[in-house]
């Protein structure tokens, strides 16, 4: 039973509509990200967080802003939505080590937007 | 800066064949190395993983062994199912800010 939680897993909207995708954690986790996804299947760290009030952006550049301001919840904003946001968004979360070697991601799953 | 190789797909074999899937990496310092598993319609989830040369990561009959060695961590099952059928992620620690370093993805089907 998943942990994480994404609301919608599929949304299909029109250029230059304003959409925020949901993640939202169970597990206390500090630290949570947000991943593209490509159809080859390729991930990109589009944004992080190490807890409340702390977002950082990856290392695939993205036009999308994030906000934390509850532990549990790191909704992801596309202010004005375009076809090249076309992808699989997938969040994720784990625990924030000082030495984060050891602490595997718990991933949602996933949601499919389509822009027309 | 750290990276991961793995070997690129689709991977296609039938069902109980030996499977293996390359990953190869290069990194500074003592990283944690993991294999993650997408099935079709979810996200990742982790699969297995090893923390230190020569100790071998094992979960539902896959096995890898980090090899410092050679600087892999090459995912195997002796006798693969349908179910198997998903991407396979290598991924590695040590990215900026400690974030993982993923892979490309391989794509493995199983024919019955």
């Known amino acids: 039973e998943a942990d994480i939680y994404q609301t919608p897993r599929y949304l299909v909207i029109g250029t230059g509509k304003k959409i925020t995708l949901e993640c939202s954690q169970t597990m206390g986790h500090d630290k949570m990200y947000w991943y593209q996804q490509d159809p080859g299947m390729e991930l990109h760290l589009i944004h992080y967080s190490y807890g409340v009030n702390s977002t950082e952006k990856g290392d695939l550049s993205s036009e999308s802003t994030v906000s934390r301001i509850r532990t549990e919840h790191f909704p992801l904003t596309l202010e004005s939505a375009r076809p090249s946001h076309t992808s699989q968004y997938l969040c994720a979360s784990s625990e924030f080590q000082r030495s984060s070697y050891n602490s595997p991601l718990h991933f949602g799953n996933g949601t499919r937007l389509t822009v027309t | ?112």
């Open chain 2, 1 to 112: 800066g750290n990276s991961v190789t793995q070997m690129e797909g689709p991977v296609t074999l039938s069902e109980e064949a030996f499977l293996t899937i390359n990953c190869t990496y290069t990194a500074t310092g003592y990283p944690s190395l993991f294999w993650y598993v997408q099935y079709p319609g979810e996200g990742l989830q982790l699969l297995l993983k090893a923390t230190k040369a020569d100790d071998k990561g094992s979960n539902k009959g896959f096995e890898a062994t980090y090899r410092k060695e050679t600087t892999s961590f090459h995912l195997e099952k002796g006798s693969v199912q349908v179910s198997d059928s998903a991407v396979y992620f290598c991924a590695l620690s040590g990215g900026s800010q400690g974030n993982l370093i993923f892979g490309k993805g391989t794509k493995l089907s199983v024919k019955p």
